[in-house]
């Protein structure tokens, strides 16, 4: 079963290994500070700060993941189309490595910044997933 889903489960293992990353770089930012508190990043922080914006495009990552995958999962155990699948993991795969980009570079207050059409982005896409679990479970 899960042969046919190997690329999705590809998918899957970049979105995780993205959040991985961003685990790193948002550790070593926050050491690298001259005041550095473990666990703390300074309330005084603000977009201009690489810190922050590492700091808040990791937890972002966390505030989503479980969204996009455990429903991603759920089609695969379902016997989702295969096709369809991979192809919303990848592009999800994609919007987000885009938008951990356009995080780590634009300092901004602004709001929408660019990185907010990839994120929306990334929300369609989840709730693509959805409907696809949802065609899954009542399609014989």
Known sequence: MFTIY????????VI???????NIVAAVAHRKQSSYIPGKVSDELS???????????????????HQFTLPALI?????APTTILAVLIW????????HMSLYYAIATE???SPRSYFYM??????????GLGLYALFTP
């Open 91 to 98: 592009l999800y795969a994609a919007v987000r490595i885009i």
């Open 6 to 13: 190997a690329y999705s489960l590809a998918g899957l293992l």
């Open 110 to 112: 602004k709001n929408p």
């Open 75 to 79: 089609c695969i155990f379902l016997g």
């Open 47 to 65: 977009h201009d700060s690489f810190v922050f914006r590492s700091h808040r495009t990791f937890h972002n990552s966390l505030e989503n993941i």
């Open 16 to 22: 995780a290994a993205t959040v991985f990353v961003q």
């Open 121 to 130: 982005t990334g929300v369609l896409l989840t709730v693509g997933v959805y």
